[in-house]
């Protein structure tokens, strides 16, 4: 049982370049989560997503773009890299009650 | 608009002592509170919960306390060991948000010296 799972730990980007975070999970839960993290900052919600086929927008979207085809996938796509999306991302998902699940991290930098 | 706030960044505190963690939120619509443990390069992990119809709550050396009328939490840790090193961040939520969307503070870094 992985839980959630985020691949890759860790990418540098080049500003314009696109890549896509994968996010994958086992527990069978409905509710999935984007996150980014920056520095001295709190959790950012960027995308959520209550079941599959269903994804809405969080905080701060702009920038990025989901989809979720399944119940265990939810990835996260950057289409033009800007400096300015240098950050950790996390991925989590929430069953039934309000406790979420969080993967343990992408690192991402863009020059 | 800063929903949940942690306003101290850090707190060092001694090993066998009480470590105290402060939460303030503006949203009187959150009913449900939430503690996360982080340690660098890894993930928030879910520590300890509270829902708005109680204002304590108890597991093993953390205690969560819920102050309504002031909209503030706190997170008590007893006795506190150098293990309980590491970012703790309150997390919030309202029954009407759909898809369970929490709303983080900033964080508080912890440090528990031998």
Known sequence: NAGVTQTPKFRILKIGQSMTLQCAQDMNHNYMYWYRQDPGMGLKLIYYSVGAGITDKGEVPNGYNVSRSTTEDFPLRLELAAPSQTSVYFCATGGLENIQYFGAGTRLSVL | ?114
């Not at chain 2, 402060?22 to 890894?42: H, Q, V």
């Not at chain 2, 953390?62 to 909209?71: D, E, H, M, Q, Y």
């Open chain 2, 1 to 114: 608009d800063q929903q949940v706030k942690q306003n101290s960044p850090s707190l060092s505190v001694q090993e066998g002592r009480i470590s105290i963690l402060n939460c303030d939120y503006t949203n009187s619509m959150f009913d449900y509170f939430l503690w996360y443990k982080k340690y660098p390069a890894e993930g928030p992990t879910f520590l300890i919960s509270i829902s708005s119809i109680k204002d304590k709550n108890e597991d093993g050396r953390f205690t969560v306390f819920l102050n309504k009328s002031a909209k503030h939490l706190s997170l008590h840790i007893v006795p506190s060991q150098p293990g309980d090193s590491a970012v703790y961040f309150c997390a919030a939520s309202a029954t009407y948000n759909q898809g369970g969307k929490l709303i983080f503070g900033q964080g508080t870094e912890l440090s528990v010296k031998p």
